[in-house]
């Protein structure tokens, strides 16, 4: 099988222990992540070739997260080194009403200085079937925009399937440009697109009608028509999918997805999700079951129901990636959610 290969920055993640708030805390857990290396581990987890393209500074800390990624059997052999730091992600994680709270540090990051011409495309893309991308990269700085476009461009030159998460974060739009200015070029390169209950209205003003997510109110049909719009805004993709979380509290969230292909809807099961450990990383391990999902499965009903089932597994797991296999995944495919201990 040809690789898969994703583009972003990965983050130092800093978070207090348990559910201390900022002002609590006297130490930091540490572990590293991102929304491209997130999806990178899970399709790796799940046996399929990956290869994680970002920029690293050439220190001690930039070493330290390489040798993170590697230990997940992702390759490494694109990533750049330069630049003067690794960004910085602080996170407070919420409980029952309390939700959890993200606060940035990235702001002259390796990834955030990067230019064109820095990553050597055609050597990334030699032996891929399937290039992977964010809203969160472009949004980072305009020089990152301008890779993010090089490398969409370059993928669909070398004849790669394109996929992209719309990933809104409105804590990033900050260099001059709104989204929409910068992703109508971007999206129109892709092939997949996927997106929360919020995205599509964040970024192209394209709005599930009579829905509710801070009151849980996600219904699949509602997404229909979100689906549709981008389809006619974007006669290239081919498939789109939404994620579907109804978010009861901080602690208690309702989770499924509904995925979009030549004018079919496939509906996944609803999952209800309570005593989340960590729910950062869902969306992107929502992506990795999808990939995996659609080049394993035939039917686009398995490949939504297996995206939907990973992604509630996530939910159960600290960290940002997703540390579960197939096998796990099609037991809650198969039904048995009991969470029984298996010995």
Known sequence: MKKIVTFGEIMLRLAPPGFLRFNQAQSFDVI????EANVAVSVANYGLPVEYVTRLPKNAIGDACLNFIRQFGVGTSHIVRGGDRLGIYFLETGAAQRGSNVIYDRAGSSLATIE???VDWDAAFSDAGWFHWTGITPAVSEGAAAVCLEAVQAAK???LTVSCDLNYRSKLWKWGKKPIEVMQELVAYSDIAIGNEEDADKVFGIRAPEVDV????VAADAYVHVCTQLKERFPNLQTIAVTLRGSLSASHNTWSGI???DGSIYTAPTYDIVHIVDRVGGGDSFMGGLIYGLLTY?????AINFAVAASALKHSIMGDFNLVSVGEVEKLMGG??????NR
């Open 259 to 261: 995925l979009w292909h």
């Open 214 to 217: 801070t009151k849980g109110n």
């Open 32 to 35: 590293y992540g991102g929304g």
């Open 298 to 302: 035939e039917d686009k009903q398995n």
């Open 336 to 341: 048995d959610a009991s969470g029984r201990v």
């Open 157 to 159: 030159k070398a004849g």
């Open 116 to 118: 064109p011409g820095m």
